[in-house]
């Protein structure tokens, strides 16, 4: 049982480079949220997904687009990426809106 | 602007000492989490609040929920160095299908 997983662990991209990171769960989650931590901060949703196939946007989504094909997998992706896109992306499930959310162990992303 | 607003933003103590860390806002939430975060890995919860007023102790650790449902605080008693960490406070607000989360607070504690 894996829990939460992302992939990949880091990433150095130039401005303009695209990039898709790919969160993984096995708890049969329905909610699924990708966030940013930047310092001082806390942490920031950008997307998030209430079941296969639905997507909403967060508190800051511009620049990012998702995807939940599949109820297990939420794709987070860049299409241009930008200096102020460096930052550290967790991804986090749950069985409902007021239940425990689970975290990835996180991917740090730099734009240079 | 955050809408949950934690202090302080860092703080180090020493082992044995006693800390409070705040967690407030000017927004109603249905429930409030705390969860604790360890370098390298994402958050992990440490308890759930619901109702106003509740306070709820995990070992040295004690939640309270503001009795208007806007503040929360986390008081920890002889801190040791496996508190280290950053502490987040979450709410949700009703209808949400989201946390909402706070700023954080770095604690470190020294041996």
């Known amino acids: 049982n894996a829990g939460v997983t992302q992939t990949p662990k880091f990433r150095v991209l130039k401005t303009g480079q695209s990039m898709t990171l790919l969160c993984a769960q096995d708890?049969?989650?329905?909610?699924m949220y990708w966030y940013r931590q930047d310092p001082g901060m806390g942490l920031r949703l950008i997307h998030y997904?209430?079941?296969?196939?639905?997507?909403a946007k967060g508190e800051v989504p511009d620049g990012y687009n998702v995807s939940r094909l599949k109820k297990q997998n939420f794709l987070l992706g860049l299409e241009s990426a930008a200096p102020s896109q460096t930052s550290v992306y967790f991804c986090?499930?749950?069985?409902?809106?007021?239940?425990?959310?689970?975290f990835g162990p996180g991917t740090r992303l730099t734009v240079l | 602007t955050q809408l949950l607003e934690q202090s302080p933003q860092f703080l180090s103590i020493q082992e044995g000492e006693n800390l409070t860390v705040y967690c407030n806002s000017s927004?109603?939430?249905?429930?409030l989490q705390w969860y604790r975060q360890e370098p390298g890995e994402g958050p992990v919860l440490l308890v759930t609040?619901?109702?106003?007023?509740e306070v709820k102790k995990l070992k040295r650790l004690t939640f309270q929920f503001g009795d208007a449902r806007k503040d929360s605080s986390l008081h920890i008693t002889a801190a040791q160095p496996g508190d280290t960490g950053l502490y987040l406070c979450?709410?949700?607000?009703?209808?949400?299908?989201?946390?909402?989360f706070g700023t954080g607070t770095r604690l470190t504690v020294i041996p």
């Open positions: 609040v619901v109702t106003g007023g």
């Open positions: 986090a499930s749950s069985q409902s809106r007021v239940l425990e959310q689970f």
């Open positions: 927004s109603v939430f249905s429930s």
């Open positions: 979450a709410g949700l607000q009703t209808g949400a299908n989201n946390l909402f």
């Open positions: 997904s209430v079941g296969e196939g639905t997507t």
């Open positions: 708890m049969n989650h329905e909610y």
